[in-house]
């Protein structure tokens, strides 16, 4: 089991909001100039970037992000992205991770919004990010200030080189009427963790992705607990909404499931982070504690409730979790 490390300098956009670029949510790279040394997929993988010393290919290094040959005439290279959900952006990370006489001394984002796969010739391009300054083997977190809606991220790199991760952290665009049952803790609807106490062997953000785990790698997982207590995570909802049916999802774990669960709730939607994690163990409680199996779904259906914008998920004492649905419909008022 890998240990999961958090960049400490990380912005709480990355905490907080979907990555919309994550090929787990559906987002894929549709096109780019040049992909002679690492294949635009690459660059979206939702694992962080490694170097594998010694390892190569037919066409050079290997290495863990799109990458393109050495340019001898003018021009740059660009990779298109397509979201995973038309979405607003608030925030980006163009990570160079091991990428260091390779990387791009610059790079700049802009974006559209099209209907097709890859937009056409005619597509109209609007600027995102100006050209940013490059350093290799780093993270470059950059807020974005901008209201409109996009389906399409062009990243141009000045004049080639890699590029090891790009993230668009935003706010997805919910299609559903109000009247519609969806899952309000889909992080492609826009659902995101706020906190979690313990996230040793895997984040809690997989919790809200979509299907079913792939092994036990791909869920919430926290270290044996040795000391009294529980083991908790804090989850905003895509929107406020009233809550008709939970699903636990414990896949792939057999040895290591929790014993119980429980949920709690609150309408708290201006709150900080820190009011939330505070006045969290103190909230209202939306599912009362319940014995969970080894890999199996759980499904709980509630009666109707009050109106909630955040919920706490427990589990007791500790262990994975592979997935947490809220069904629900979103409420105005």
């Known amino acids: 089991m890998a240990i999961v490390e958090t960049d400490p300098q990380a912005p709480d956009f990355v905490r907080r909001l979907p990555n919309l670029a994550d090929p787990r949510l559906g987002a894929r790279a549709v096109a780019a100039s040049d992909e002679f040394f690492a294949p635009r997929d690459r660059m979206l993988s ?14 050079g290094k290997w290495m863990d992000g799109w990458e393109t040959r050495r340019k001898r005439g003018q021009g740059h290279d660009w990779c298109i992205v397509r979201l995973a959900r038309r979405a607003r952006i ?33 597509t109209v391009w609007t600027p995102l990010l100006p050209v940013q300054s490059l350093a290799g083997n780093s993270h ?31 706010q997805p665009v919910l299609e559903a009427g109000a009247d519609e049952i969806i899952d309000l803790a889909a992080a492609i609807n826009g659902a995101s963790v706020v906190a979690a106490n313990n996230e040793h062997f895997g984040r809690a953000s997989a919790l809200l992705l979509p299907g079913r785990g792939v092994n036990m790698g791909d869920g919430w997982e926290t270290r044996r607990r040795r000391e009294p ?48 994690v505070t006045q969290s163990m103190f909230w209202s409680e939306l599912l009362a504690p319940q014995k969970l199996k080894a890999d199996a779904v ?26 947490l649905r809220l069904f629900g419909r979103r409420s105005q008022a």
């Open 46 to 59: 939702p694992e962080p970037a490694v170097f594998i010393p010694g390892k190569y290919d037919d066409h």
């Open 90 to 122: 608030l925030g980006v990370d163009i990570d160079t991770s091991h990428f260091t006489g390779n990387y791009p001394p610059g790079a700049s984002l802009d974006v559209c919004q099209s209907a097709d796969e890859v937009p056409s010739e005619n």
């Open 140 to 170: 470059h977190y950059r807020a974005i200030d901008n209201d409109g809606l996009w389906t399409h991220v062009r990243i141009s790199i000045y004049p080639d080189g890699g590029i090891a991760r790009l993230r668009v952290h935003g």
């Open 229 to 276: 207590g529980n083991d908790w995570s804090i989850i905003a909802l895509a929107q406020p909404g009233v809550i008709e049916r939970i699903e636990v999802d414990t896949a792939h774990f057999k040895g290591n499931f929790p014993d119980a669960c429980s949920l709690q709730a609150a309408f708290m939607p201006a709150a900080t982070e820190q009011t939330l």
């Open 298 to 323: 759980h499904v709980f259906e509630l009666p109707a409730g009050a109106r909630i914008s955040h919920v706490r998920f427990n589990i007791f004492p500790d262990g994975g979790v592979s997935r």
